[in-house]
């Protein structure tokens, strides 16, 4: 990988095409995302993901190691890989951070199959339908690999994993898990010829989540921030548990939900 240019100028041609690449419309057409964050980036290295580009300024640099991010990304030459500077006007134009810290990438989207997920005995697999906000998906990934979920699975939600924000949020997270999106009654399918027990979160449910018996093989699913779950996934479930709500408010934030109950998974387990 070799420095082929130096931007200086926002109004460039790359510079406007990682502000598309904002929008999910522009990801999905150019099949590509954009990554920001020197620690986002190694561990998307790290992670097997294919840079096409990435865009660096020395100016914004907070860190001793970003010249050996740098050095690694000179070292490790990718095909049609290209290492480009930026001014910083220019670098501000495509960042979406308060303090950057001088990395932006773009890279290749990666279509993760279902079919080739490696399960163990004991596996938890956290399905998510409905998700609305890219923070709420990033935070949940952060809980779901501090947790050690084996994987994430998106159903009908509303957003993708490779929004900027949820990137952000989980702190670069999302490239160290598995992350799935998959049409339901595929999904309803594999879960059952993989032996799966669907554990899904209802304000209906008599059980709390902390009463429940999680199985060797389980599925959490988790709804939307504004409609929960459907129908469709209360039929499809093998249980349903709640999270017990004393006070006013009569639910948590889904990030905070799920948290809890994969680390009830996690304690019952141990």
């Known amino acids: 990988m070799m420095d082929t240019a130096y931007i200086e100028s926002p109004q460039n041609n790359h ?11 522009h990801r999905n057409r150019q099949d590509k995302f954009i990554i920001e964050g020197q620690r986002e ?33 000179k070292r490790e030459t990718r095909e049609l890989s290209t290492l480009i500077r930026m001014h910083p006007k220019a670098f501000n134009k495509c960042s979406l951070r308060e303090g950057p810290d001088g990395f932006i990438a773009i890279s290749q989207t990666k279509h993760n199959r279902l079919d080739d997920l490696k399960l163990k005995d004991k596996s938890t697999l956290l399905i998510l339908e409905g998700i ?4 709420n998906l990033g935070a949940i990934i952060r809980s779901a690999d501090g947790a050690g979920v084996d994987a994430i699975i998106l159903d009908n939600c509303m957003l993708d994993c490779y929004n900027p924000n949820a990137i952000r949020a989980s702190q670069g ?19 059952k010829k993989e032996k799966f027990t669907s554990i899904a979160t209802s304000p209906r449910a008599k059980l ?9 093989k389980t599925a ?10 459907s129908e469709k996934w209360i039929a499809a479930s093998d249980s349903l548990i709640k999270i017990p709500m004393l006070g006013s408010a009569d639910s948590l934030n889904v990030s905070v939900a799920t948290a809890l109950c994969i680390y009830e998974i996690v304690r019952q387990r141990d």
């Not at 609305?132 to 923070?135: H, T, V, Y």
């Not at 997270?173 to 879960?191: E, M, Q």
């Not at 709390?208 to 060797?216: G, L, R």
Request: with cysteine; charged share 25%.
């Open 15 to 25: 510079v406007k095409n990682l502000v598309k690449l904002r929008d999910r419309k």
């Open 41 to 73: 980036i190694e561990y998307a290295l790290d992670s097997d993901y294919a840079l096409s580009t990435v865009y660096y300024c020395p100016e914004f640099f907070n860190s001793e190691s970003a010249t050996q991010l740098i050095e690694r990304l």
């Open 132 to 135: 609305e906000k890219p923070g």
């Open 173 to 191: 997270l999302l490239f160290r898990k598995p992350i799935f999106s998959v049409d339901h009654d595929y999904l309803i399918t594999w879960l």
């Open 208 to 216: 709390s989540y902390f009463n429940q018996s999680y199985p060797d």
């Open 220 to 229: 959490l699913v988790m709804g939307s921030e504004s409609h929960g779950l």
